[in-house]
Every structure is written in C-alpha cells, then in structure tokens.
C-alpha cells in the first residue's frame, strides 16, 4: 500500500504471496488507492455485526460506491458468530446472491468476525479473496494478522479452521474511539503477551503511554499497534503454519482458551482469559529460570491494564479443556514462557502432575508466584 504522512505500512510474506497491512488513526477514512481498486467493480460481500454497522457502517461508503454489487451481511455478536451454522448461512447467503470466484469478502468486525469471515471466504468456491477491516484492538494486533481463520466446536475454541491470508489488512485506530474500555484492555493483553515473549521494548512502550492507549487515542495507539504487528509478521514469516516458532504467539492462550470454555465464553472476554493465562504460565516460567524481575514486570503491568476478579473454576474443569486444546500434540501439550523477557520458550516435557498442582495454586491466587 502507498504510503502516506499519517499510515504505517507493513507486509507480511506468506507461502500464497504477500499482505499489505496498513496502520494509522483515519486509514479508513482515507482509503488507499490500492484499496478501492480490490473492491473496484466486484461483488463485495461486507460481513459484520448489528454493533459495527450501526457504529462505523456509513465509512465504508467510499467502498461501497466503487463495487460493482455490494451486500452486508450481519452475524451475530462475539463467540456466538464463530459456529458452523453460522458459516453454513453465509455460504448459502453468497450462493443465493450470485458469489463467484472473483467476489470478495469484507472482514469488518473484531476477531470472530475476522475469524469466520476469513473462514467463510477460504471454503467458498474453493477459496476467494478478503480484506480484514479489523475494528477492535485485539484483532488489529493480533487475530486479523497472519491468515489463520476458523470456528469452534462445543468442545473446544477454533477446533475447524484453515490457513487463508487477506488480500489485505487495514487498521484504523480511530474505530477504537468506540470501543467498551473493558474490550479495550481485553486487546492490550495481546500486546503484552507479544512484549513477553519477543519484543521486551513494546512493553517500556505500553507501560509509558498506558493511560493514552486506555483513553483510546487513536494518534497513540497507532504505533503500539503497528509495533506489535510488526513483531507478529516476523513471526509468521518464519513459521507460516504454526509447524514450531508461531507457536510462540500461544503465550497465556492454553489456560486462557480453558477459561472461556468452562464459562460458554460468557464471563472473560478472550483477552482478559489470555492475560489470567499469562499469570498462570509465569508460575511455569520462574521455576524454569525466569528472573523475579521480569515476572513482576510481567505481572505488574497485567495488573495496570486490569483484569475482572475470576470467577469459580475447578481445576478438573479446566484440565478437561486444555486437553483438547487445538495446540495439542499426540505427545501432549506445549507450554508456551519467556525463559527472560523478549525470549519465548515452547516446552513439551511438563508433566500432568505439576500442571495440575499449578493450577490448583493459582486458581487459589493467581497474582501470587
């Protein structure tokens, strides 16, 4: 994408080619040539929520003028849009409307929107193009990023997905003006699990304009967000397909995706569950050398962004869940720690008997070590 005074521009290179991504307040009210040319005579496909259209629906007029035909399709709000029966109605939905191999999905929502949309767009006809219009933080940092799209199941979160990247990926940091600060947070822990993990200056960063990024202020959010893409695209590129190092991104995830289930993701938003699931993969982490001040970094800045009291979880529950966690191998679980800040470290050699006991300590007091 072109750049200009205000946008951030980024690429991600994949085996299927390569994503341009773009970041800054006001990139959608400005769209790129490059964008309005991929919606340029097509039948476009806008998939969202109630939520988002009403909030930011008329700022994708320009795009809608340039399409050839053009149809919003709503779905439900959070976890309950990423479903099979869902999909099934979309598909159908773009059959009835005449969607061919040349049409194009709009991902214009938070993360299980992107989810499904990119899902939806990647079984369609054998595959057809989209576009991420991620409008939560969460999703601008992380789940609109890097081509993996899927829907749950009962049993377990993202258990039927597939590897489809966007054409391309645009995240407007003025679309956050409007977010709940609860889903705010929720997409901060995102940032901070990538500042663990890979990038220790993102967390400086984070911790010295915390109280800007929880304002919503798009000018400075703009470069945390671009940051920790920047950080996710390397990544990605060396592990397009989670086969060793992306794996790395599941820091807090294996406890986090527990905890949503055991509530019918109900009670944590996913952030909030992945910041509980940092907590809990700290405690792994300083008995395998983690430094006391890199956990209390860690943990303090957990604390600072702000996470609900944690409701009453079973132990057996959560065990049940982690293992039929999608991250699973024949051989079991990886745990995903920084052995030191900015240095993930992916462990298969835990046993259950200390993962269980682990869990019972921290389910009596997570903030504790």
Partial sequence: MTNSASAIDLELRHPAGSTPIRVGAGALREPSEELLNAVDERSVFAITSPAVRGLHGTRLAELEARAASWQALEVPEGERAKDLTVAEGLWRELLRAGGKRDSLVLAFGGGTVGDLAGFVAGGFLRGIDYIQLPTTLLAQVDAAIGGKTAVNLPEAKNSVGLFHHPRAVLCDTELLSTLDPAELRSGLFEVVKIGAIYAPDLLS??????????????????????????????????????????????????????????????????????????????????????????????????????????????????LQRTARDKKARQAGLAWVYPSALGEGRIDSAIDLEEIERTLREFLADPWSE
Avoid: C, W
């Fill in 205 to 318: 960063r984070v911790e010295e304009r915390l109280s800007s990024l929880l304002a919503a202020d798009a000018e400075a959010l703009a470069p945390i967000v671009a940051a920790a893409v920047q950080a996710k695209v390397e990544i990605v590129e060396a592990d397009p397909e989670e086969a060793d190092r992306r794996r790395l991104l599941n820091f807090g995830h294996t406890v986090g995706h527990a905890l949503e289930a055991v509530s019918d993701y109900r009670e944590l938003r996913h952030g909030e569950a992945v910041g509980y699931g940092m907590l809990f993969a700290l405690r792994l982490a300083r008995r395998r050398g983690l430094g006391a001040d890199g956990a209390d970094q860690v943990r303090e800045l957990i604390r600072r962004v702000g996470l609900p009291p944690l409701g009453e979880v079973s132990v057996a529950a959560l």
